[in-house]
């Protein structure tokens, strides 16, 4: 495995998405965003926020074996779609996260 070759290919798809303008934005702050967000739900003792923090880490594993491996075949342009559908449902489960301690009577902690 060479770690180089995953740098470059992500790299490469930060930049591509970079380049496509607000809808490129919006991918990478989703995308970047779900671990730091999930991280500081777990921080605030809510194990539910453990599945969009695990989904993030093999969606990011996923990306960098694809990479550093052959075993992958060359997906397309369609690959990126399964991907932001597994992010949606990591923010999904965060929202479920946070809304499952909120109470109307109590602000959020």
Same mark, same amino acid.
């Given at each position: 495995?060479d770690?180089g070759d ?10 591509e998405?970079?380049?496509?303008g607000?809808?490129?934005?919006i991918?990478?702050t989703?995308?970047? +965003?779900?671990?730091? !967000?999930?991280?500081?739900?777990? @921080?605030?003792?809510? $194990?539910?926020?453990? &599945?969009? /923090?695990?989904i ?8 960098a ?12 342009? +369609?690959?990126?779609? !399964?991907?932001?559908?597994g992010v @949606?449902?990591?923010? $999904?489960?965060l929202a &479920?996260a /946070? ?11």
């Amino acid at each position: 495995m060479d770690f180089g070759d995953a740098a470059w290919g992500i790299g490469r798809d930060i930049d591509e998405l970079r380049s496509t303008g607000a809808f490129g934005w919006i991918v990478l702050t989703l995308t970047f +965003g779900l671990p730091v !967000a999930s991280f500081v739900v777990l @921080v605030a003792r809510n $194990l539910l926020a453990l &599945i969009p /923090l695990c989904i993030s880490a093999g969606l990011f594993a996923l990306w960098a074996l694809y990479y550093t491996t052959d075993w992958f075949s060359n997906p397309g342009q +369609g690959a990126w779609a !399964a991907a932001m559908l597994g992010v @949606v449902i990591g923010w $999904l489960v965060l929202a &479920i996260a /946070l809304l499952s301690r909120w109470r109307p009577d109590r602000p959020l902690r």
